[in-house]
């Protein structure tokens, strides 16, 4: 008879320990936090275009695009012959450039210069204007030597190596360091 004391202290002792291990398993109070998961933030796969498909012209050592909406002229320049390593000129009005807003004078540009420097105002000449200029299209990226440029729906993003860079959108031009 002293088995069946025995059976029920431990038949509520594993029945104690499973509440205590499902407890575990249960989802947060309504009022308490939820953590928060955190990881690396995804990129997006560029796909990197054979860069002779930009050129300017064979041999021009000059590689220029149109960003998909037609509103920015690009381009790299590796030699720095242009006096830019990179840039983009916009048709249109720059949001965060309003002295550039007279289509007879300056355009909004911004560049990164032979000097090393990331740049951003009005110009009146477009370096890289040119109507041989293909479309990078989203999702893809340019790179000729050390500088490289990303086509994306936010915009177009231009870098040199670990160096400076610049955004270039309808809202903003903005150099980067």
């Given at each position: 008879m002293?088995?069946?004391?025995?059976?029920?202290?431990?038949?509520?002792s594993l029945t104690a320990l499973s509440l205590v291990g499902c407890a575990?398993?249960?989802?947060?109070?309504?009022d308490s936090p939820?953590?928060?998961?955190?990881g690396p933030t995804v990129e997006p796969d560029w796909e990197t275009v054979d860069e002779e498909r930009f050129a300017r012209?064979?041999?021009?050592?000059?590689?220029?695009?149109?960003?998909?909406?037609g509103n920015l002229a690009c381009g790299i320049d590796p030699e720095g012959s242009t006096g830019f390593l990179a840039g983009c000129h916009a048709r249109d009005v720059v949001e965060n450039l309003p002295s550039?807003?007279?289509?007879?004078?300056?355009?909004?540009?911004t560049a990164i210069t032979r000097e090393g420097t990331a740049e951003a105002g009005c110009q009146r000449e477009g370096v890289f204007f040119a109507p041989e200029a293909r479309t990078l299209d989203?999702?893809?990226?340019?790179?000729?030597?050390?500088?490289?440029c990303e086509s994306s729906e936010d915009g177009v993003a231009c870098s040199w190596a670990d160096g400076?860079?610049?955004?270039a959108s309808r809202a903003?031009?903005?150099p980067t360091d």
């Amino acid at each position: 008879m002293r088995r069946a004391p025995l059976l029920a202290v431990s038949l509520m002792s594993l029945t104690a320990l499973s509440l205590v291990g499902c407890a575990g398993n249960q989802p947060p109070a309504d009022d308490s936090p939820v953590p928060q998961q955190t990881g690396p933030t995804v990129e997006p796969d560029w796909e990197t275009v054979d860069e002779e498909r930009f050129a300017r012209s064979p041999g021009s050592g000059v590689y220029v695009f149109e960003s998909p909406t037609g509103n920015l002229a690009c381009g790299i320049d590796p030699e720095g012959s242009t006096g830019f390593l990179a840039g983009c000129h916009a048709r249109d009005v720059v949001e965060n450039l309003p002295s550039c807003d007279d289509p007879e004078a300056d355009g909004p540009w911004t560049a990164i210069t032979r000097e090393g420097t990331a740049e951003a105002g009005c110009q009146r000449e477009g370096v890289f204007f040119a109507p041989e200029a293909r479309t990078l299209d989203y999702g893809q990226a340019l790179q000729v030597g050390e500088v490289r440029c990303e086509s994306s729906e936010d915009g177009v993003a231009c870098s040199w190596a670990d160096g400076p860079g610049f955004t270039a959108s309808r809202a903003a031009f903005t150099p980067t360091d």
